[in-house]
């Protein structure tokens, strides 16, 4: 995981359940279970690094 430099803005946290019918974040996994949500991965993207 990378840190946010002091000063810089951006994500610093990110929370998602796998499953696509969950209540508080929507799920990484779409309708079918099997394929990932590309916008939500792409979102974390800059945390992986």
């Given at each position: 995981?990378?840190?946010i430099?002091?000063?810089?803005q951006g994500m610093s946290f990110a929370y998602?359940?796998?499953n696509p019918n969950s209540?508080?974040?929507g799920g990484i996994?779409?309708?079918d279970w099997t394929s990932l949500q590309?916008?939500?991965?792409?979102a974390l993207q800059p945390l992986i690094g």
């Open positions: 995981m990378l840190d430099a002091s000063g810089q998602w359940s796998w209540t508080d974040t996994l779409m309708d590309q916008a939500k991965l792409a």
